[in-house]
């Protein structure tokens, strides 16, 4: 039975079966526009991926696993959509547009490595 992510206070490590689909949650958990005013539904899709992907990394069934990840990654996807019109109305900067890009582009890359090893 799944207890749930193990952590300590350094946030997410990674071990054993788990390094693929926990090294996307940690990356994810890094603060993002750290300092700005980030707008809440850009925070909900942040949060509905990494914990999507979180799910992901815990889940011992395959094909659920694999299923989380993917609607993981299309909320982060989702997330990188709004964060662009966010930068372009002024509501962020574009360093912080830029920053959850490059964060989904890693988790991305990750996810893509993960799901085809599994």
Do not use: Y
Not at 2 to 13: E, I, K, N, Y
Not at 33 to 54: F, H
Request: hydrophobic share 35%; glycine share 12%.
């Amino acid at each position: 039975m799944d207890q749930g992510p193990l952590v300590d206070s350094t946030g997410p490590t990674c071990v054993g079966a788990c390094t693929g689909g926990c090294a996307i949650e940690k990356a994810l958990s890094q603060p993002l526009c750290t300092g700005e005013n980030v707008p809440a539904t850009l925070v909900q899709r942040l949060d509905k991926a990494q914990g999507l992907i979180s799910q992901a990394a815990g889940t011992s069934g395959k094909q659920k696993a694999k299923k989380l990840m993917r609607r993981g990654i299309k909320a982060l996807k989702q997330a990188v959509g709004i964060a662009a019109k966010a930068a372009k109305k002024g509501e962020i900067s574009s360093a912080c547009a830029a920053s959850v890009a490059t964060e989904f582009g890693n988790a991305k890359t990750g996810a893509d490595r993960w799901l085809h090893t599994r």
